[in-house]
């Protein structure tokens, strides 16, 4: 596919790839979004943006690999250009939090057209780190440090992180049995008012806010007035909409050093180094940075301006607009934890659980999918393979296969703990499988009595039907956890193909990549 905006770009898919016309429109924007404006209107890519969507770059990016840790990442990148070093500083998942994918949001970075090096969510405060590191070493100048550097311009409403839509919060219900070690909800907003449409296989931004208990023991230990004034708003409106309360950033650190001395000053600048002096960085989120450095006296302008911007969390589409139109679900599992005795809470993950009630607005953006998507031909068969919450993206799938009345067969592999408890959606997924929607629904279940069960272990047990399935075209799909349960899926799916493609080990990882290039193995992962 050739992407045109007012001038021809670059070939960035192939004409076969599996995209539908919307989403081809849609990539249209997405590469016109990575251009530079000027009076004249639409410039050309810079050189770095140019060559990472071409593709020139031709080293293969060996570290794009979510399950590498960042030493390994950057050890691959040794000896390479800088685009080619920030791009192996991110976490490789390619979700689109930050706006771009891992590679353009790098190159962007490269070339000084993007100020922002905290995108990347999922890489947290050791890709920030790491790219501090390489802009400094390389002599990139972020555009935030030239004054000559434009405003990002904001992109259609309720389509980019920047300029998000207000949705209307309808409804949530549990998903768990009784029984159940997790807390999982399916969330439902109303899109109508908004006009908000949306492609299975996109995710949905939500811009949540901070707890309220949290905000107000942060205000409790730094001492401050609720209602004094920060950047034309109280403290407490801002700690709880603008800024983020979880890992501590370095800024705050530095800030603290500068305000207290000796040995307390010491291990203020080495946590702003990195350095854990004290072995507690794993506690050391806002909240409890305040009671570490009690004696720090900050002023409430300098604490917000310090952190760092709350970020919008995004989650996988578990609706189908073609069955559902105004109407959008997401599969979300509630992240509650404890460190020492202190609980912890996910931001967007209890808003949506507990805190936002029905009726009220909330901001809301969709985020197109870059190579996750169903195939353009209807007639093709899809194999799906999304235990937990990974099961979000296939629900949508099978909803709109059935919408649409796509004539190919469905595979969907599920797992969790305890069926009993665990087994979301079933009575959608036995209806389907009834229907012949679901042409197979295969079940692993980790904590029941028949021993632990994973859903690789149920591909390896169907191997030869799986394998029959893709040399008649399936594509396969992955949603989940990137580190471990993707690359466990992925093995897997190597070892079916040696044993009943009669391949060895080395043809087999190169089938699997052919399907890759292909646009035949897709992975959504975080």
């Not at 999982?184 to 309220?212: K, M, R």
Request: contains cysteine.
């Amino acid at each position: 596919m050739t992407v045109q905006t007012a001038n021809p770009i670059v070939q960035v898919l192939p004409e076969t790839a599996p995209f539908s016309e919307e989403q081809r429109s849609w990539l249209n924007g997405f590469f016109a979004g990575l251009l530079s404006l000027d009076n004249a209107g639409v410039t050309a890519l810079s050189p770095a943006q140019n060559a990472a969507v071409m593709g020139k770059v031709d080293d293969g990016a060996p570290w794009h690999d979510p399950s590498l840790e960042l030493p390994q990442r950057m050890q691959l990148a040794e000896g390479k250009s800088l685009p080619r070093k920030l791009f192996a500083a991110m976490a490789q998942q390619d979700c689109g939090q930050c706006g771009y994918v891992c590679e353009t949001y790098s190159a962007a970075i490269a070339e000084g057209k993007e100020p922002r090096l905290n995108l990347c969510a999922p890489g947290g405060k050791d890709t920030l780190r790491m790219l501090k590191t390489l802009v400094e070493e390389g002599g990139s100048t972020p555009a935030a440090a030239t004054e000559a550097a434009p405003a990002a311009a904001l992109g259609p409403l309720g389509r980019c992180r920047e300029n998000p839509a207000m949705a209307t919060f309808l409804s949530r219900r549990k998903l768990n049995g009784e029984g159940s070690q997790k807390e999982t909800w399916h969330v439902e907003f109303d899109l109508s008012e908004c006009g908000l449409d949306y492609i299975v296989g996109d995710a949905f931004g939500i811009v949540a806010q901070n707890d309220p208990r949290l905000v107000d023991a942060v205000i409790a230990l730094l001492g401050a007035r609720p209602d004094a004034i920060v950047n034309g708003k109280t403290l407490r409106e801002a700690l709880i909409s603008d800024v983020s309360l979880g890992p501590a950033p370095d800024a705050l650190f530095q800030l603290i050093s500068y305000v207290t001395g000796g040995e307390t000053r010491t291990k203020a600048k080495r946590l702003a180094a990195g350095e854990d002096p004290d072995g507690d960085l794993d506690r050391l989120d806002v909240l409890g940075t305040l009671h570490k450095f009690g004696q720090a006296r900050l002023s409430a302008e300098a604490f917000v301006e310090a952190l760092d911007p709350l970020q919008p969390r995004l989650y996988s589409i578990s609706s189908s607009h073609n069955a559902t139109p105004g109407r959008i679900s997401l599969t979300v599992d509630t992240v509650r934890y404890s460190i020492g005795t202190r609980p912890r809470w996910g931001v967007a993950s209890t808003f949506l659980a507990e805190r936002v009630q029905p009726g009220d607005k909330v901001s809301v953006y969709v985020q197109r999918a870059y190579g996750f998507g169903l195939p353009q031909d209807p007639e093709t068969p899809v194999i799906m393979c999304g235990p937990g919450t990974g099961v979000a993206p296939f629900r949508a799938f099978l909803h709109d296969r059935r919408a649409t009345k796509a004539p190919g067969r469905n595979w969907l592999f599920f797992g969790h703990q305890r069926r009993a408890s665990d087994f979301f959606y079933e009575e959608e997924l036995t209806a389907m499988k009834e229907e012949g929607v679901l042409t197979n629904l295969t079940l692993a279940w980790s904590r029941d009595d028949t021993g632990k069960v994973y859903v690789q272990d149920r591909m390896r047990e169907r191997g030869a039907e799986l394998f029959a399935w893709l040399e008649e075209g399936a594509h396969f799909y992955v949603c989940g956890d990137a580190k471990r349960m993707a690359k466990d899926v992925e093995r897997a799916m190597v070892d079916v193909v040696a044993e009943y493609g009669k391949r060895s080990a080395d043809e087999a990882v190169a089938y699997v990549a052919a399907l890759k290039k292909a646009g035949r193995y897709q992975a959504d992962v975080y």
